[in-house]
């Protein structure tokens, strides 16, 4: 009983150790603070990245395309209105119709948009907490991930010299593989920090055996 307590002191002050070498080379060797539209700190025991407010007028367009398409399906009221003796149904009403509708659906896809991204490593627990913020109040989804469960922190090329760094890993170390956007928007001219930060988080997760993540 007294070397199994011995070797848990021992690998408890290993892990301690380890966590302390890590958060000291942080320290030493910040991350950038800023990467693509995500802005880096470092905190005690821990590393946030958290995706920049989207601007004023990008946050009203929403509301602005709800406003037109509302006129619009006012305007195909009033032409059947209008029009309401004719006994062919007239084209114009469907065609207001039609693209208040679409406006509409493009409208809630905006708004989905605006949600911000924020990730943290919390070292000490070995865990990465995933968060997408909502405006609406109680609509933030927080998700956990091990660090054992991460298999691979990618670099993936959305547009030529747009890239987004992701993370994908396997709940339970079994089934289907899943993945979240980190950070994205990062152009040619930040490969460097880009690439900083990829390894930083590769050995954080401990994927130096797992091989080199994609990209």
Do not use: I
């Not at 302390?20 to 950038?32: I, R």
Request: charged share 25%.
């Amino acid at each position: 009983m007294a070397q199994l307590a011995l070797d848990f002191e021992g690998g408890e002050r290993g892990y301690a150790d380890s966590v302390a070498s890590f958060t000291n080379a942080l320290e030493q060797n910040p991350a950038p603070r800023r990467l693509g539209d995500v802005r880096l700190r470092y905190e005690p025991g821990r590393l946030v990245g958290e995706s920049l407010p989207p601007s004023f007028w990008r946050r009203q367009l929403p509301g602005l395309f709800l406003l037109l398409a509302a006129l619009l399906a006012a305007s195909a009221v009033v032409w059947v209105l209008v029009g309401g003796e004719e006994t062919q149904l007239p084209v114009m009403p469907l065609v207001l119709g039609g693209l208040a509708a679409s406006l509409v659906g493009f409208s809630l896809r905006l708004e989905g948009q605006l949600g911000r991204r924020r990730f943290v490593l919390h070292f000490v627990g070995e865990r990465l907490r995933l968060e997408q913020l909502r405006l609406a109040p109680g609509a933030t989804r927080t998700e956990w991930v091990h660090f054992d469960e991460v298999c691979a922190v990618e670099v993936v090329e959305r547009a030529p010299r747009h890239y987004a760094l992701v993370v994908a890993w396997r709940p339970d170390n079994g089934g289907n593989t899943r993945r979240a956007v980190l950070v994205e928007h990062v152009r040619d001219h930040e490969e460097e920090a880009l690439e900083r930060v990829r390894r930083l988080l590769h050995n954080a997760f401990g994927l130096r055996g797992k091989g080199a993540s994609g990209g």
